[in-house]
C-alpha cells in the first residue's frame, strides 16, 4: 500500500502536538501496517475550519492522479474540524480508490466504526467552536476596557505598548482629516486617490490607497472614540467580509473609548453622502431577478441554463428595449448545443402556474397538508428508535465519567490520562444531550399539526400571490427540484410529490399550452 502523510499544527493551540511528532508516529504505523510512505503532505499555523490550507488541497488534487492508496493522519482532527468538510474530502478520496486512517483511533469499515467516528469529529467540531467562544470572552472583555484587540491599529492611530490603547498618530492623522474633508467637498474616491498619491500618502500596510480602504477608513467610528467591536460578520469558507455588519444588538459600541481625531458633525455629514450616493447606485443598478436560477437546466445537453438578456430597438417608437431569457450555458460557451433560448416570463409563469395548480389550489392545500402529516406520523416511529439509541449512548457515557472520577478520587496514578479521557466523554456528554433534547422537541404532539401545515401552505401562497420577486423565486427554491427544457417540452420536477384528483404523482411531464409554445421556443415576438 502507498501511504501518504498529512500532518497540520494549528496556530490555535501551541499545545498540540508538533508536525515532527505526527510525522514520526504516522511513519511508526505506517511500517507496523507494512505501508510504503511516499510523500508527506504538511500545513503549518493553519486552522482545519478553513481551506486555507494549501499542501492539503495539493493533497486531494493528487489523490486524483492515482500516486497513493492511503493517507495517514495523526488524529483525524488533523484532518477537519468540520463533519460537512470532513465528508465531502473524505468522498473525493474514496472516488479515487483512497481511504483515510487516523493512527490514535483505528477504526475499521464496520457500522460502529462509522458511528464512532462520526463522534470523534463532533467532539473537534465542539471543541474548535467553544475555543473560539473563550477566545471571543477575552476580546470583549479587552473592548470593555478600551484595549485594542490584535491586529494593525487603524491609520491615523498606533497602539501604546503600556496601556494597550490606541493613542493619536499625528502625522498619519492628518492624512484621515484630508480624506474625510475632500469626500465632503463632494468628491469621488477617484479624486482623492489622486490627491492623495500626488502627496506621496500611503495606507498603514505602506501601500497606495485604493476604494476599499478609503470606504473602510469613511466608515470607521473610531475616528470619532467610539470604540466598535464584533461589528463583521463571522468567516465563512476562511474569509471575512468587513463590508458586512452583524445585527446592531450584537455589536458593542463605548463611545469615547478613543481619543477622537474627525470632528462628529463632519464625520455624521459623510456618512449621509455615502448613504444617498449608495441608494443612487442602487436605484440605476436594479437587478432581474431570475426566478430560476440554479433550477433550470438544458434538456440537449443536461447544462445548467442562465439568465441572458438583449436589446432590440422598436420600431413604432424607435426606443431600445430590453427581453430577458434563460439560455444553455453550454451553448453560450462553446456553440455546441442545439438547444434554443427560452423566453423568461413565459417560462417562469409556466412553472409558476403549475405551483399554483399542484401546491395552492383551494382543494390541493388540505389534501397536500393530509399527505404531509402522514409522513410526518410514519416517521416518528424511526425518530423514537433514534432516541432509545442516544438515551442509551447518554447512560453509557455518564457511567464511564463516573467510574473515571471514582478512579480519580481513589488515587489513581495516570491522573492526566483519566484527566484527558473525562474532558473527551464531558464533551460527548453535552453533544449527546443536546441531540436528545432537540428529538424530544420533534416528538412532541403539538408541533406538527395538520392544523398548522395548513398554516404554513397558506402562507406560502400568499408568498406566491404577492408578485415580489424575491418572494417568488425562495418560493421556487422549496417546492422545486428541476425545471428540464427541451425544445419541445418542459419538464417540471417538485420536490413533493402528491396526488390530487387521480391526476398522478407530482413529478412529471409538463407542456406548455400550444398557443404558447411558439412564444416560448421561437424568436420573440415584438
Known amino acids: 500500500m502507498r501511504a501518504v502523510i498529512y500532518a497540520r499544527f494549528s496556530s490555535d493551540n501551541q499545545r498540540e502536538e508538533s508536525i515532527t511528532a505526527q510525522v514520526r508516529a504516522c511513519s511508526e504505523y505506517a511500517k507496523q501496517k507494512g505501508y510504503h510512505i511516499v510523500k508527506i503532505y504538511a500545513d503549518e499555523a493553519r486552522s482545519a475550519l478553513t481551506d486555507d490550507r494549501p499542501n492539503f488541497i495539493r493533497m486531494i488534487n493528487e489523490a486524483k492522479l492515482g500516486l497513493f492508496d492511503v493517507v495517514l493522519v495523526h488524529k483525524l482532527d488533523r484532518f477537519a474540524r468540520n463533519r460537512y468538510d470532513s465528508a465531502i474530502y473524505k468522498r473525493e478520496l474514496r472516488r479515487c480508490g483512497v481511504k483515510v486512517e487516523s493512527v490514535l483511533e483505528q477504526l475499521d469499515d464496520s457500522p460502529e466504526s462509522i458511528i464512532l467516528e462520526s463522534v470523534l469529529e463532533g467532539l473537534a467540531e465542539y471543541y474548535s467552536r467553544n475555543l473560539a467562544r473563550e477566545v471571543m470572552k477575552g476580546m470583549m472583555e479587552n473592548a470593555l476596557q478600551g484595549k485594542h484587540n490584535g491586529g494593525l491599529p487603524p491609520l491615523g492611530y498606533d497602539v501604546d505598548p503600556e496601556t494597550k490603547k490606541l493613542v493619536v ?5 492628518r492624512i484621515v482629516r484630508l480624506i474625510f474633508e475632500l469626500y465632503a ?51 465563512k469558507e476562511g474569509k471575512r467580509n468587513n463590508h458586512l455588519s452583524k445585527a446592531p444588538d450584537e455589536i458593542v459600541e463605548i463611545p469615547g473609548a478613543i481619543p477622537a481625531i474627525i470632528d462628529e458633525e463632519l464625520f455624521w455629514r459623510v456618512q449621509s453622502i455615502m448613504d444617498k450616493r449608495k441608494r443612487n447606485r442602487a436605484s440605476n443598478k436594479a437587478k432581474t431577478v431570475y426566478l430560476l436560477s440554479g433550477l433550470i437546466y438544458c434538456g440537449e445537453c443536461g447544462n445548467a441554463m442562465i439568465g441572458d438578456s438583449s436589446s432590440y430597438l422598436t420600431k413604432k417608437n424607435k426606443e431600445h428595449k430590453k427581453l430577458y431569457y434563460y439560455t444553455c450555458n453550454y451553448n453560450g460557451r462553446t456553440g455546441q448545443c442545439n438547444s434554443q433560448k427560452v423566453r423568461k416570463e413565459l417560462v417562469e409563469e409556466f412553472v409558476l402556474k403549475q405551483l399554483r395548480e399542484r401546491f395552492f389550489a383551494e382543494k390541493a392545500i388540505p389534501e397536500l397538508a393530509e399527505k404531509i402529516y402522514s409522513s410526518f406520523t410514519s416517521q416518528k416511529k424511526e425518530m423514537g428508535k433514534e432516541v432509545k439509541y442516544i438515551e442509551k449512548e447518554l447512560k453509557e457515557t455518564e457511567r464511564k465519567i463516573a467510574n473515571l472520577v471514582n478512579a480519580l478520587a481513589n488515587g489513581a496514578s495516570t491522573v492526566n490520562s483519566i484527566v484527558e479521557q473525562l474532558k473527551l466523554l464531558e464533551s460527548k456528554k453535552a453533544t449527546l444531550e443536546v441531540q436528545l433534547q432537540e428529538w424530544y422537541l420533534k416528538l412532541q404532539d403539538n408541533v406538527v399539526t395538520k392544523d398548522n401545515i395548513i398554516a404554513f401552505l397558506k402562507s406560502k401562497k400568499e408568498q406566491l400571490d404577492s408578485n415580489d420577486p424575491v418572494a417568488l423565486k425562495s418560493l421556487c427554491q422549496e417546492f422545486i427540484d428541476k425545471v428540464t427544457v427541451n425544445n419541445d417540452k418542459t419538464d417540471v420536477e417538485f420536490k413533493i410529490t402528491v396526488v390530487i384528483d387521480g391526476g398522478g404523482g407530482g413529478n412529471r411531464t409538463h407542456r406548455p399550452e400550444d398557443k404558447n409554445r411558439k412564444l416560448l421556443r421561437g424568436q420573440p415576438v415584438f
Open 185 to 235: 467637498q463632494g468628491k469621488s474616491y477617484n479624486d482623492i486617490i489622486f490627491t492623495l498619491n500626488q502627496h506621496g500618502f500611503k495606507t498603514k500596510k505602506g501601500k497606495p490607497f485604493g476604494k476599499n480602504s478609503i470606504f473602510e477608513i469613511l466608515r470607521n467610528k473610531k475616528y470619532i472614540g467610539i470604540y466598535v467591536f464584533n461589528r463583521s460578520v463571522s468567516k
Open 169 to 173: 498618530n499625528e502625522s498619519e492623522a
